[in-house]
């Protein structure tokens, strides 16, 4: 049996980023996943200029042999209208491939891995979690995402009353022809809210690359929405007529909408695994990078691993993200104030998609960015 002082269970930028945190202070991780890396996400895939402060990247070496797309202007509408295109005169956001900026934070961290392992079984033992029956630590961290094995044995996790956010989308690397067809461009994002604002659409070209999707609340419509969404985007000339294989459908949990326990004695939650991911916009990284680095402090200031100890941390995101009680009436997408017959009007308002679609729900400009200090 080895001993660790902590595992990590998920290699993913949250799981990643709490290891290399919790290595420089020396102590002793080890760090699970079922896949292989470099590995397939799907994912819309944009960061912040915030997210690459937070986690020490300097653009321009991360660009160096990897697709690092910068955003300039975000073009953004309802289904059904025509779009208003706003240009913030600047980077304000980066389009990065999942497959590589995942790879990359994981490869920064020198402690173990385990990968392409599934967790088979998580047992409690004097005071130590033992993961099959091979790894042992007093501290057992979940970051697997949505359906986290450890998520699942704080009784928690898919199936369990939560609100689910479904998605389905798909990305290629796109052909002369089809580069040549696809009116979308790389520095300029377009986000489609459905017109019953439970959900929304993207396209979003990186280099060669294009990413297509669409999220929605009510999945079991979700393949209708998105049919209709890309057969408009093909007539538009957004997108080229000929879309390679199929669409691949994720989930997730919003913050406003979760109601997991973030700790417990001697196990912790975050990124994904806690339901992390931003209400307004289903953003995950962010808030999975700030709830590593989070974490990281609690567990290096706590005198024990209990749940009172640990506590901490929940407060913590709190203090970040909001009290999940109070969000709870925020709804999905759109505060209920919007669903309204005035949203129609407010999406085609310059000032509106701007200063509040884009630079508050989407970017999350007015947030201050979080160091690996806290």
């Not at 659409?201 to 690359?209: D, I, L, P, S, T």
């Not at 949203?343 to 679609?357: D, G, I, P, Q």
Request: proline share 5%; aromatic share 8%; glycine share 10%.
């Amino acid at each position: 049996m080895d001993h660790y002082d902590v595992i990590i269970v998920g290699a993913g930028p949250a799981g990643s980023t709490l290891a290399r945190s919790l290595e420089d202070a020396g102590k002793n991780v080890l760090v699970i996943d079922k896949a292989s890396f470099p590995r397939d996400k799907t994912c819309a895939g944009w960061v912040t200029p915030a997210v690459m402060e937070s986690l020490d990247i300097n653009p321009a070496n991360y660009a160096n042999g990897r697709t690092l797309q910068p955003i300039r202007r975000f073009r953004i509408g309802m289904m059904g209208q025509p779009a208003v295109e706003n240009d913030h005169h600047g980077i304000v956001s980066y389009g990065i491939r999942r497959c590589e900026f995942d790879a990359f934070l994981l490869e920064r961290v020198r402690s173990p891995k385990q990968l392409a392992t599934p967790v088979k079984s998580i047992v409690r033992n004097n005071g130590h979690w033992v993961v099959n029956d091979q790894w042992q630590a007093p501290l057992l961290i979940g970051a697997g995402g949505h359906f986290c094995p450890v998520a699942r044995q704080l009784g928690t996790g898919p199936g369990k009353h939560e609100t689910v956010v479904a998605a389905k989308e798909v990305e290629f690397e796109m052909t002369p022809e089809q580069a040549d067809a696809c009116e979308a461009r790389g520095d300029t994002p377009e986000l489609w809210f459905c017109r019953d604002l439970k959900g929304y659409a993207w396209v979003f070209r990186k280099g060669n690359f294009l990413n297509i999707g669409l999220g929605r609340e009510d999945n079991h419509r979700l393949t209708d929405h998105l049919e209709a969404f890309v057969d408009d985007m093909k007539q538009d000339g957004r997108i080229p007529a000929d879309l390679p294989g199929r669409f691949k459908g994720h989930a997730y949990l919003l913050y406003a909408h979760a109601d997991r326990p973030l700790v417990d004695d001697g196990v912790l939650l975050i990124g994904d695994a806690a339901g992390l991911a931003y209400t307004q916009s289903g953003e995950g990284i962010r808030p999975a990078i700030e709830s590593a680095l989070m974490a990281a402090e609690v567990i290096l200031n706590a005198t024990d691993f209990s749940a009172a100890a640990l506590q901490r941390y929940g407060e913590r995101i709190a203090d970040r993200f909001g009290n999940r009680a109070s969000e709870q009436a925020a709804g999905w997408e759109l505060p209920e104030w919007l669903k309204q017959p005035v949203a129609s009007t407010l999406m085609r308002s310059h000032w509106f998609t701007r200063k509040v679609v884009t630079e508050k729900w989407f970017l999350h400009q007015d947030v201050p960015t979080l160091g690996a200090t806290g």
